[in-house]
């Protein structure tokens, strides 16, 4: 039986595992490699206080996620594709190495956003705004 997410360091391991497979994906791995490049030490700091705040109830992000994936996708258009298939391999990384409510709830908050951040990118490219 797989243990829930508990901690800090299940976070790390779950971001970590994750983005394993999304630098090697054929449909997101290069929208990464424009943005992030190789150098991931900014990134997964971010990632792992994102992760902390929403499933841990951690302190630690202060960021904008739909201010930076506006951004993102004036230089990348980010397509229904990319979405599907990141909340794809994020479901299928959550669910081989965890199960239990904070399993499900990160499936679950990733699918919620990645329905905002589409749904925020589609308006932002109609008028133009930023929410």
Do not use: C
Not at 27 to 32: A, D, L, Y
Not at 61 to 68: A, L
């Amino acid at each position: 039986m797989k243990k829930d997410i508990s901690g800090e360091d299940d976070i790390k391991l779950l971001v970590d595992s994750f983005y394993d497979k999304v630098k090697k994906d054929e449909t997101i791995g290069s929208i990464f490699q424009s943005i992030i490049g190789d150098d991931w030490s900014h990134h997964l700091p971010i990632m792992y206080n994102f992760w902390g705040t929403i499933l841990l109830h951690k302190e630690g992000y202060k960021g904008n996620v739909i201010k930076k994936h506006i951004d993102i996708d004036k230089k990348i258009a980010l397509q229904k594709e990319h979405y599907d298939r990141w909340i794809l391999l994020w479901s299928n990384q959550v669910d081989e190495l965890f199960e239990g409510d904070i399993a499900s709830e990160a499936k679950n908050r990733a699918s919620l956003m990645i329905h905002l951040i589409s749904m925020k990118v589609e308006w932002s490219r109609l008028d133009g705004s930023i929410q």
